[in-house]
């Protein structure tokens, strides 16, 4: 919710110049993704007709974890289904430039991310997520200071780069 938050303010002080941006949170993940699926429910078309980039952020940074930026680049056994590779292609360039410590991993199974009705509708998807943070995710466990903020920060400048990266190559 932080990272929520915190790229919502940037972008109303620091507007887009060739995309419009949505921000939300959804709800009921839990039961089969039911915010998400509803949302794309209501908004599909809008979403097909357009050039959309979806970016999720789930259990982002675990104090007891790895510590650093990690996401989803695949997810699945056979066959594994890929995130986004212009997205990935743009984060790793990123990751270069700023130096940070970056991991993609592999979502084996498990619960699903709300993303993954947009990945089904093979929409430019990527998720953030710490394998790690599913230890105390939900549970007592599952409170602020589990929270890593030097990770958070990290991911709040890739992905404000990564934003502004899909604008101006639109721009082109």
């Known amino acids: ?5 915190g790229l919502s303010s940037y972008f109303k002080a620091n507007p887009l110049n060739n995309y419009n941006i949505w921000f ?17 429910d ?10 959309i ?11 007891n974890g790895e510590n650093r930026v ?18 990935i292609s743009i984060l ?18 498990g619960a699903p991310t709300d993303s993954l009705p947009f990945h089904l509708l093979i929409l430019e998807t ?12 939900h549970t007592k466990k599952d409170q ?3 929270v890593n903020t030097h990770v958070l920060l990290n991911t709040f400048i890739i992905v404000k780069k990564l934003v502004l990266r899909l604008d101006n190559i639109f721009n082109h």
């Open 70 to 87: 990690e996401y989803i680049k695949s997810y699945g056994i056979i066959p594994k289904k890929k995130s986004s590779s212009l997205l």
């Open 144 to 146: 602020p200071d589990k």
């Open 42 to 51: 209501l908004f599909k078309q809008e979403l097909l007709n357009n050039q």
């Open 1 to 5: 919710m932080s990272l929520v938050f």
């Open 126 to 137: 990527i998720d953030f997520s710490t394998p790690s943070a599913s230890k105390c995710s």
């Open 92 to 109: 790793d360039e990123i990751f270069q430039e700023e130096k940070i410590e970056i991991k993609g991993h592999t979502l084996l199974s």
């Open 24 to 40: 939300y949170q959804f709800s009921a993940e839990e039961i089969g993704t039911m915010g998400s699926r509803v949302f794309l």
């Open 53 to 63: 980039y979806q970016i999720n952020f789930d259990m982002v940074s675990c104090r």
